[in-house]
T-cell receptor
């Protein structure tokens, strides 16, 4: 079956630190990959996506590259801000699937 | 304009009651979903509808019954509420097409007391 594995949180960083949140997946076929972000008390928002191998998704300073050889889609940001504090979810959907499969989420806390 | 809207945002009710959560999307999507998020933030798919047809029905108690009167609406009715049903329920929608993302509502926080 399809599944997504994310690094366990919580992750606590100081402002301007470098962020990496690891995400690996197993899937049949060729999935599309997503990172969603959930700010406190809110719903999920799409942060970035990649639909084929070697694609790089980017948004708001965040980046992730679809690596088929390592089945990974790690999220990175060069300099985090306090406002980046949120829960980050890695997700996939296959071309025959009808729902996103989510990882368990990684909570990020950025301190001033 | 709210793309995916669900009501109510908060719902506090007693055990044994029956309640409904409504969801509407104005994005013209053909697929709608209900997800449950537990206290550890884990998101689990409950149901998926494509063009009003039930596609995914995960191992959810049959006290939960989704209803899709048209492609823009997917409501969730819950009978005989239990304490363990307390969670945040998210509605979402998408085009059933590889690579397109799902858009989520703001969530309904259900508390069963």
């Amino acid at each position: 079956g399809n599944s997504v594995t994310q690094m366990e949180g919580p992750v606590t960083l100081s402002e301007e630190a470098f962020l990496t949140i690891n995400c690996t997946y197993t899937a049949t076929g060729y999935p599309s990959l997503f990172w969603y972000v959930q700010y406190p008390g809110e719903g999920l928002q799409l942060l970035l996506k990649a639909t084929k191998a070697d694609d790089k998704g980017s948004n708001k300073g965040f980046e992730a590259t679809y690596r088929k050889e390592t089945t990974s889609f790690h999220l990175e940001k060069g300099s985090v801000q306090v406002s980046d504090s949120a829960v980050y979810f890695c997700a996939l959907i296959t071309n025959s699937g009808y729902a996103l499969n989510f990882g368990k989420g990684t909570s990020l806390l950025v301190t001033p | 304009d709210t793309a995916v809207s669900q009501t109510p945002k908060y719902l506090v009710t007693q055990m044994g009651n029956d309640k409904s959560i409504k969801c509407e999307q104005n994005l013209g999507h053909d697929t709608m979903y209900w997800y449950k998020q537990d206290s550890k933030k884990f998101l689990k798919i409950m149901f998926s509808y494509n063009n009003k047809e039930l596609i995914i029905n995960e191992t959810v108690p049959n006290r939960f019954s989704p209803k899709s009167p048209d492609k823009a609406h997917l409501n969730l009715h819950i009978n005989s509420l239990e304490l363990g049903d307390s969670a945040v329920y998210f509605c979402a929608s998408s085009h059933h097409d590889r690579g397109t993302e799902a858009f989520f509502g703001q969530g309904t926080r259900l508390t069963v007391v």
